[in-house]
């Protein structure tokens, strides 16, 4: 988290509109020079968290530079059966996913005789399957191997040996049984071991349902596959938000105003897309703090729950052991001060020690 921007992959059967998505967000990309150690990849994008907050704050201090917490969104090559075997780009595209926070899972959710797809017939539920089961044979694959591999410790009795073979031996019927490795719970000595695994099926999904402007859409057609993918979110506490991507990328050069008026000529409601990028934010967990001034205003992504101390590393590594105290406003309070000196003078600045909990909308200054 302190040296890098959070990573969705962002993958699917083909023919669902993985890249069309893709481009689409990268019309949103942020400088990348602006993260430190960002990849450089023609399939990576370092996308802008969207917040209007940062953009106020920005203008309130005449900062000379904003810079949005961000997403960074990787395209993955299309997942085709038995990828878990190693079929297509199987070992490479598991290997990509491995690397990610969380899953963004395409699913196509219109019908389209001019667009192909892989089983002949468009079954959302059915195709989320077809790809859960291959991270899921992934992911029973590496169980077996650290089965064997801690076996030995395990007979010989050696004590975290024997915690992490009750984890695998609890993860391997339920992988089996169809079930992903977020069903199992781990209690605080098995989870730094299932941290270490990084399972496929570890990690938070959303489903992204792709729709067509002006297209046979399912929800629309209301045909009994729309009410049974709603069935499996429900059952199943799912994520998810609806994008049409193929619109978002037509959109994409397009100005504000321009955007709006085609969204309301076919039907479209908002910009899923953003919708997309908060949803990927909040699912993890995430919250955004600021720091602003003359020189930069920023956005902070951190994990909820973070003391003062730790979201400092979101900065520099070395604030959390320099720490001293931070001062910190909400940002609308410090707005609706009208400056930093009436703040201070009103007593709205508060100075915060090692135990205090960042919270999201802080504008936080770290003393160190």
Same mark, same amino acid.
């Given at each position: 988290?302190?040296?890098?921007?959070?990573?969705? =992959?962002?993958?699917?059967?083909?023919? @669902?509109?993985?890249?069309?998505?893709?481009?689409?967000?990268?019309?949103?990309?942020?400088?990348? /020079?602006?993260?430190? $150690?960002?990849?450089?990849?023609?399939?990576?994008?370092?996308? /802008?968290?969207?917040?209007?907050?940062?953009?106020?704050?920005? *203008?309130?201090?005449?900062?000379?530079?904003?810079?949005?917490?961000?997403? &960074?969104?990787?395209?993955?090559?299309?997942?085709?059966?038995?990828?878990?075997?190693?079929?297509?780009?199987?070992?490479?595209?598991?290997?990509?996913?491995? &690397?990610?926070?969380?899953?963004? *899972? @395409?699913? %196509?959710? $219109?019908?389209?005789?001019?667009?192909?797809?892989?089983?002949? +017939?468009?079954?959302?539920?059915?195709?989320?399957?077809?790809?859960?089961?291959?991270?899921?044979?992934?992911?029973?694959?590496?169980?077996?191997?650290?089965?064997?591999?801690?076996?030995?410790?395990?007979?010989?009795?050696?004590?975290?040996? +024997?915690? &992490?073979?009750?984890?695998?031996? %609890?993860?391997?019927?339920?992988?089996?049984?169809?079930?992903?490795?977020?069903?199992?719970?781990?209690?605080?000595?098995?989870?730094?071991?299932?941290? %270490?695994?990084?399972?496929?099926?570890?990690?938070?999904?959303?489903?992204?349902?792709?729709? !067509?402007? =002006?297209? /046979?859409?399912?929800?629309?057609?209301?045909?009994?596959?729309?009410?049974?993918?709603?069935?499996?979110? !429900? *059952?199943?506490?799912?994520?998810?938000?609806?994008?049409?991507?193929?619109? &978002?990328?037509?959109?994409?050069?397009?100005?504000?105003?321009?955007? +709006?008026?085609? +969204?309301?000529?076919?039907?479209?409601?908002?910009?899923?897309?953003? =919708?997309?990028? %908060?949803?990927?934010?909040?699912?993890?967990?995430?919250?955004? $703090?600021?720091?602003?001034?003359?020189?930069?205003?920023?956005?902070?992504?951190?994990?909820?729950?973070?003391?003062?101390?730790?979201?400092?590393?979101?900065?520099?590594?070395?604030?959390?052991?320099? $720490?001293?105290?931070?001062?910190?406003?909400?940002?609308?309070?410090?707005?609706?001060?009208?400056?930093?000196?009436?703040?201070?003078?009103?007593?709205?600045?508060?100075?915060?020690?090692?135990?205090?909990?960042?919270?999201? =909308?802080?504008?936080?200054?770290?003393?160190?």
């Amino acid at each position: 988290m302190s040296s890098r921007s959070l990573s969705i =992959g962002i993958v699917g059967l083909p023919n @669902v509109g993985k890249s069309t998505l893709f481009n689409a967000l990268t019309r949103k990309s942020v400088l990348v /020079a602006n993260y430190p $150690f960002a990849t450089i990849d023609p399939s990576v994008g370092v996308v /802008a968290l969207p917040d209007e907050r940062l953009r106020k704050l920005s *203008e309130f201090s005449h900062s000379r530079k904003t810079v949005p917490a961000a997403v &960074e969104f990787v395209d993955i090559a299309g997942l085709v059966k038995g990828a878990s075997q190693g079929q297509g780009l199987g070992n490479k595209f598991l290997a990509n996913i491995r &690397e990610t926070d969380a899953i963004a *899972e @395409v699913v %196509r959710i $219109f019908d389209d005789g001019g667009i192909i797809h892989v089983d002949g +017939r468009v079954d959302p539920v059915k195709d989320i399957e077809a790809v859960n089961l291959e991270l899921i044979m992934a992911d029973l694959e590496t169980v077996d191997k650290r089965l064997a591999s801690v076996a030995k410790d395990a007979k010989a009795g050696k004590k975290e040996a +024997r915690i &992490e073979q009750g984890l695998l031996e %609890r993860l391997k019927p339920s992988l089996e049984a169809g079930r992903p490795a977020s069903s199992v719970t781990a209690d605080e000595f098995e989870r730094p071991m299932l941290n %270490r695994l990084c399972l496929l099926t570890s990690k938070r999904i959303l489903y992204v349902l792709n729709k !067509k402007a =002006g297209g /046979a859409n399912l929800d629309e057609l209301r045909d009994g596959r729309w009410d049974k993918l709603m069935a499996f979110m !429900k *059952e199943n506490g799912a994520s998810w938000v609806a994008v049409d991507a193929g619109l &978002e990328q037509e959109l994409k050069d397009m100005n504000d105003a321009d955007k +709006r008026e085609m +969204r309301s000529g076919l039907g479209a409601k908002d910009d899923g897309v953003d =919708g997309l990028i %908060r949803k990927s934010h909040d699912m993890l967990g995430l919250i955004t $703090f600021f720091t602003t001034g003359e020189d930069e205003t920023r956005g902070w992504t951190i994990h909820d729950g973070w003391t003062a101390p730790m979201a400092g590393m979101a900065i520099h590594t070395d604030f959390k052991d320099k $720490f001293v105290r931070a001062e910190v406003i909400n940002w609308k309070t410090l707005l609706d001060a009208g400056s930093y000196a009436a703040a201070r003078e009103k007593g709205l600045i508060r100075t915060e020690g090692k135990e205090y909990v960042v919270k999201d =909308g802080d504008v936080v200054e770290f003393k160190v």
